[in-house]
C-alpha cells in the first residue's frame, strides 16, 4: 500500500521542481560519509546538507506519521544551482529496505545508484560500537549482543545480520537499474586509496575531474566509558524523567549534552576475540563467495585475517 501511494505523489509533483538523481544506498558503517562530504566539494554535484533523508524506506518505518511529505523532501534539493546537474543523498538504510529500490526507480528511473561494501564481520563490529553509543544496544559483549539480536522483535533489533545480507541487497538494485547504473565500492580501496576511488566515483556520474582535499575516512569510533549511562540518556527510566520536571529544559538539555560527551571518547576498538571472528567468518563464508561471483572480484580475503 505504501509504495503505490508513494509512487502516485511522484506523479502528481510538478516536474520543475528540483529532484535528486543520485543515491548513495549504504551499507552503513562501509564510507558513506565519507564519500557523501567529498562529494558536496564538487562544483557539478549537489549533496542534501542532511545526510540521512530517510524518505524511500518506508517499510522500515517505525511509524508512518513520522514520515516526510514529498514536498519536504525536495526541500532538501531546492538550492542546487543550475551548474549541479548532479544531485543527490546518502541514506544507509535504502540497502537494507526492500522496498526502496523500487520506490527509487518508480521517483527517478534514470538515477544512478552507489553501494558501499565492506567486510561484513567488520561492519557487524562496527554497528555494534554505534549501537552502545546511541544507547540502542545494552550489552556490552559483542558475541553476546549478536545472540541477543536474532531473538528481539523487528523494532528492537539493532539488525546486526539483515544489515550485512549484501548479496540479496546488491541483487534488489542490479535487478532493476542496471550494472551500468550501480557503482560499487568496496571500504578496502576506500581505505586504501581514497582519491582513486574517489576519481572513479565521479568518472561513474560523468563529471568533470575534481581534485577534493583529501584527508582520509571520517567517522572515527566513538566508544563508551560506561555502557549503562549511554543506555540512561538515551532511554531515560521514568524516575529520571520525574526527576528532571523540576529542572528548566534548557537546563536539562545542557546537562544530558555535558554527560554525553564525557561518557564519548574517541578510541580504537579493540580487535574481534579470535573465536568470535572463527565462527563469523564460517557462517559468512557461502554468502561472501555469492557476493564475489556476483561483482566478479574475489573478496574470499575478508575470511581470511
Not at 502528481?12 to 558513506?32: E, W, Y
Not at 544496544?137 to 553476546?144: M, T, Y
Not at 569510533?221 to 529544559?249: E, F, H, M, Y
Amino acid at each position: 500500500m505504501g509504495s503505490e501511494v508513494r509512487s502516485c505523489r511522484f506523479g502528481r509533483t510538478s516536474r520543475s521542481l528540483k529532484r535528486p538523481n543520485l543515491f548513495i544506498v549504504g551499507a552503513p558503517r562501509c564510507g558513506t560519509t565519507t564519500l557523501w562530504s567529498y562529494l558536496k566539494e564538487h562544483p557539478e554535484i549537489f549533496m542534501s546538507r542532511e545526510k540521512e533523508l530517510y524518505f524511500f524506506d518506508s517499510d522500515l518505518w517505525g511509524r508512518p506519521e513520522w514520515a516526510p511529505t514529498l514536498e519536504q523532501y525536495l526541500a532538501h534539493f531546492s538550492s542546487a544551482g543550475d551548474r549541479q546537474r548532479v544531485m543527490g543523498e546518502a541514506t544507509p538504510s535504502y540497502l537494507r529496505s526492500k522496498r526502496a529500490p523500487t520506490e527509487i526507480k518508480s521517483f527517478s528511473p534514470e538515477a544512478r545508484i552507489i553501494i558501499m561494501l565492506r567486510n561484513p564481520l567488520d561492519v557487524m563490529y562496527s554497528l555494534h560500537a554505534q549501537a552502545l553509543r546511541y544507547g540502542t544496544e545494552p550489552i556490552g559483549s559483542f558475541e553476546l549482543a549478536l545472540e541477543a539480536d536474532k531473538k528481539r522483535e523487528d523494532r528492537k533489533s539493532v539488525g546486526y545480520w539483515t544489515f550485512t545480507d549484501f548479496p540479496d541487497q546488491v541483487k534488489r538494485y542490479l535487478n532493476l537499474f542496471g550494472r551500468e547504473r550501480v557503482h560499487i565500492v568496496i571500504f578496502d580501496d576506500l581505505k586504501k586509496d581514497l582519491g582513486s576511488v574517489f576519481q572513479g566515483t565521479l568518472h561513474f556520474l560523468a563529471v568533470s575531474p575534481f581534485m577534493a582535499p583529501i584527508s582520509g575516512a571520517r567517522n572515527a569510533n566513538l566508544d563508551t566509558r560506561i555502557v549503562g549511562l549511554q543506555r540512561i540518556l538515551a532511554q531515560p527510566p521514568w524516575t529520571c524523567k520525574i526527576i528532571s520536571r523540576v529542572l528548566p529544559k534548557r537546563l536539562r538539555i545542557d546537562i544530558a549534552h555535558a554527560l554525553s560527551g564525557w561518557n564519548l571518547v574517541e578510541r580504537p576498538r579493540p580487535p574481534m576475540q579470535d573465536e568470535v571472528k572463527k565462527r563469523l567468518q564460517g557462517e559468512f563464508q557461502p554468502k561472501v563467495q555469492e557476493l564475489s561471483i556476483l561483482l566478479e572480484r574475489d573478496l574470499t580475503g575478508w575470511l581470511q585475517h
